[in-house]
């Protein structure tokens, strides 16, 4: 009889410490599952001789309650008329690829530093009767843009939140988007969303 219960008792403390093992390797999931976050960016610009439209869509993690990382890819179109003369337009496309690391000193302000690989499409499509023809040009260009911004709604701990930032290209490519044609770097400007995943309640576990 007394085999009987200690071996119920072995049952009993190994399914028990089976089920807390579960429980914790659960537990860690879910934490690392709601360190994820997806979002972008949009930009539009109009005016009475240019059109521009880009989005930025990203994917990332949250390394840390003040540092976030991840990759995203920058889409932008850019219409330009009367480039040369009268009537002409300039069409760009450009794809870019890149990662990215926020570093949060306090929760409403972040450093930022964004890698991009930007692959640029030309069109020129000349005016009627002019003297110019048309062209197409590939270029290529990294960039390295190094900023800050401020973000608003990170304050309770989740990784949902609003962001604006500004940030230049220190590497200074004479193709890169974000120099100008004195070889200038530009300040590049960005307002968008983080959404958090798979976060339950919308507030992220601690680390």
Do not use: C
Not at 136 to 147: D, F, V
């Amino acid at each position: 009889m007394k085999k009987v219960v200690l071996f119920f008792l072995l049952l009993t403390t190994a399914g028990a410490y089976a089920q807390g093992k579960f429980d914790d390797e659960e537990l860690a999931k879910q934490v690392r599952l709601q360190r994820l976050f997806t979002g972008g960016s949009l930009a539009m610009g109009f005016s009475s001789y240019s059109t521009n439209l880009g989005i930025s869509p990203q994917f990332g993690y949250s390394l840390t309650d003040w540092a976030d990382a991840g990759i995203n890819i920058g889409v932008n179109y850019l219409s330009r008329r009367d480039y040369q003369v009268g009537g002409d337009k300039l069409r760009q496309t450009m794809i870019g690829p890149g990662a990215f690391v926020r570093l949060f000193p306090v929760k409403f302000l972040f450093a930022s530093a964004q890698f991009e690989y930007n692959f640029i499409h030309f069109k020129y499509i000349p005016a009627p009767g002019s003297s110019y023809t048309p062209d197409k040009l590939n270029q290529k260009a990294p960039s390295m843009l190094l900023g800050g911004g401020y973000a608003s709604g990170r304050e309770g701990g989740g990784n949902s939140y609003y962001y604006f930032s500004v940030s230049w290209d220190i590497m200074g490519d004479r193709n890169s988007p974000y120099i100008d044609s004195h070889g200038r770097s530009v300040p590049v400007f960005r307002a968008g969303y983080n959404i958090g995943l798979f976060q339950g309640n919308g507030r992220r576990n601690r680390f």
